[in-house]
């Protein structure tokens, strides 16, 4: 059996600038776990003293790192005023649809965002909206139906969702409403690794999609990898890996998500060329 | 054999006030035909004394009226500089993109016209566009291939497009550039009637189309009508119908592009009901 990785994989560009600004801030914790993957949380803890936590009451140190999510604007006003020391690490493009929000929203536009109203970035860029009355967030075009919207909609995307999902949306507002502005912000690293995954689930007989559970773009392309594959398995430790998976296999694709470290890839194709010798 | 009209067919808001505003401008003359049929035409000059012409040089009254598609920004500038009485009868709906396209050039934007380049409405669009160079008519996805656009872009249609098309167009502008502003131009009542020659041409087993040869909408309607029945047929005049078109046929579904009047729509089903009996 052939272990072939996607030609484009894991850290993207924000992941690689969090995670660099993290191990310069010894002592400092990050609210919310600076990336979907528990594994790499561990390792900043243990080798650079770099700790998180899950609600602003249970902050007790003065230097706080804001996770490539991004975090509410009320939040972040709230440690301000506490006269904490903010480290931004906020993905740029996560930065960009809470400025268009923000901006469309004093212009008086109906902003759409395409995501989960349950997940970090998208309850950050919500919170930039002027007119919180006037912002709506939707996962699918069913649930655009239920709402009342204007003339002029302005419509953003989570950054890690899926293109052809996005475009539903967009469709739906362009046939019923006069102005739509469109703001593609999605990202290209998603992009690129949901393409790579596409083309190399094509080829292989198993694929093996390494990340974060609670990580949404991981799930993304797991789903686009069963489309193609139907033996597609999303692990986040190598203990996940079932020698029976890898049976008459020929060619195992491997690919992780955003939030995926190197070295724990590394880590899992190691052990799928045991779990291979021992098959063998 | 059985006769139906679809439930929205013919005249639009746009055409009814344009007539309406020819037959009171008696000495008239159009520039250009003032809706795309040759009957109608004919009517307007023998009843209320209001011809056309074809180029500005043959212009030899005072007054001229702007027929629906409008005109181009530099024969509107060239007319009043001669001093002419211009009676506007452009459809409002065609205003609003000439506006659109002036606005968003203004600022900044590139600007996209899903449209026929040949076709006058598009010519008057385009025309008010203050960067020329930076706006683009395209029939389709693959003529925007060839051009390399910049990161804002703003998108209007023509006003007779299918909608279905205009989505291809704002598909490939939103997965490829960072925003697209979307002005949804196209008109209800093309939307109206098409939805309604949909829904006639898949009970029926013939269908008669209306209008004229050169007149987009129409061909539209015949396109759509085609895709579910393929005895569909596209005519000016009740001289092009044939009987044998009519043997053996259960329903007869007929509709009309947005420039057929109500009259010559009579005619012909009184034509289809009389080969009908001959036919029985």
Not at 117 to 134: A, D, L, T
Not at 186 to 209: G, R
């Amino acid at each position: 059996m052939q272990i072939k990785l996607a030609n484009s994989y894991g850290f993207c560009f924000g992941v690689k600038r969090a995670i660099e600004i993290a191990e310069k801030s010894s002592g400092a914790v990050t609210y919310g776990a600076l990336i979907h993957n528990p594994l790499e949380i561990e390792r900043l803890k243990n080798n650079y003293n770099v700790g998180y936590v899950d609600s602003l009451d249970k902050i007790d140190t003065n230097k706080i790192i804001i996770r490539t999510h991004g975090i509410t604007k009320e939040d972040k006003e709230q440690l301000e005023s506490q006269g904490k020391e903010l480290i931004d690490a906020t993905c740029p493009f996560v930065t960009k649809p809470q400025e268009i929000v923000k901006e469309m929203s004093e212009n008086g536009y109906d902003v759409v965002i395409f995501g989960d109203i349950n997940h970090p970035e998208v309850k950050g860029v919500k919170s930039y909206s002027k007119n919180q009355n006037r912002t709506f967030v939707v996962l699918n075009v069913d649930e655009l139906k239920n709402i009342k919207l204007k003339e002029k909609i302005a419509v953003v995307a989570q950054t890690t969702r899926k293109i052809s999902e996005f475009l539903k949306i967009v469709n739906f507002l362009v046939e019923n409403h006069k102005e739509v502005r469109v703001f593609n912000t999605i990202c290209n690293a998603t992009f690129e690794n949901q393409d790579a995954v596409k083309e190399l689930s094509k080829e292989a007989d198993i694929m093996i999609i390494i990340g974060g559970k609670n990580s949404s773009n991981t799930k993304q392309l797991y789903l686009i990898s069963k489309e193609n594959c139907n033996d597609s398995y999303l692990i986040e430790n190598a203990d996940e890996l079932k020698p029976e998976w890898f049976k008459n296999k020929n060619l195992c694709g491997v690919s992780a998500g955003a939030s995926t470290p190197e070295w724990l890839i590394q880590n899992i194709i190691k052990k799928i060329k045991q779990i291979k010798d021992y098959n063998e």
